[in-house]
């Protein structure tokens, strides 16, 4: 014969419910339901959370054109090369903050600056918390690659960032 006891201390109520069956011995288990809790069980039950997910992916297009193959989320880089004289744009899906850097130096340019670098030039034409654009062209014949790269750093959540390489070629 076995026997479970079910406390219900939210009401101040004590139960037993008598079960038999087969067997030897009884087994008494105690159940405490906690104030207010009304149907659940007072016992403590790990949750854990959700892995934390991406803020925000990124895509780019070229000449209006999405570029297939880009599609960075936080944590990831990649390089994309782009002929001098075409105007890219990079589109996240959440809120982050861009930040450009030129020849191993962070640019602080208004909208609409021209930034020359290795024979080549970028404008920036847009800047938003979720889209960054720039036109681009090239004096010439570029002697050397010129890599312009952005940092997409999420403003929801700052320890996740992406990175593209854009490379400026001939």
């Given amino acids: 014969m076995r026997i479970v006891k079910v406390f219900l201390a939210s009401l101040g ?3 037993s419910l008598v079960l038999s069956g087969c067997g ?23 949750v854990t959370s959700p892995a934390p997910t991406a803020a925000f992916d990124i895509i780019m297009f070229v ?7 880009v599609d960075l989320l936080p944590g990831e880089e990649q390089d994309v090369y782009v002929r001098a004289g075409n ?36 404008v920036q034409t847009l800047i938003t918390n979720a889209r960054f654009a720039a036109s681009t062209s090239g004096a010439g014949f570029l002697p050397n690659p010129v890599v312009v790269t952005l940092v997409a750093t999420s403003l929801v959540d700052s320890r996740q960032e992406a990175q593209i390489n854009v490379v400026l070629t001939n």
């Fill in 87 to 122: 105007s890219f744009e990079l589109d996240a899906s959440g809120p982050v903050a861009w930040t450009l850097v030129v020849g191993g130096s962070i640019i602080r340019a208004p909208l609409g600056s021209r930034i020359d670098y290795g024979g080549a030039s970028i």
């Fill in 24 to 46: 030897g011995g009884s087994v008494d288990v105690g159940v405490d339901v906690g104030p207010g809790v009304g149907v659940g069980v007072g016992v403590q039950i790990p």
């Fill in 13 to 15: 109520l004590g139960a």
């Fill in 63 to 69: 000449n209006g054109q999405q570029v297939a193959g």
